[in-house]
């Protein structure tokens, strides 16, 4: 896989979301996602800009919100023109937080959870506003995923 940085991203990325979500060493996380971000800086993949947001997610789960700001914006530069947020304004973000908001009033929790996935590669650093926090609970906790929802 060291031939491949893509593919040891992918697997690192596997391994610091077991250490954080399931092993709650958060420790151990950050010095993953550290290693990814640090060595794989101008590997251009979507997998980088994951790392960044779940490196800056960790950071908000310790409450250190300024530190978790900075890494989200350090996010949206990662991972090339296939992360997508090139391009992307605030007035799409608000189109895609509506329809999310209404495909959620309307029972369609996989679809409501993509397009917040979708959100989350477009723009890393909106992940702590309020409506974006309460769309993706709510979604976890009617999908069944009450671990992420209790993290959200």
Known sequence: FAKTP???VRILLATADVQQTYLKDLLAASAIYKTILEEN?????PNLRIAGVRYGDLFAELGNLEKASETYRLAATLGGDKAGGKDADPAARGAILRIAEQKLKGGEYLQTRQLLQRLELEFPGRRLDGLY???RAETDRLSGRYDD????
């Open 6 to 8: 893509a593919l040891a």
């Open 41 to 45: 800086s101008r590997v251009e993949h």
């Open 133 to 135: 926090c309460f769309l």
């Open 149 to 152: 929802a209790l993290r959200h």
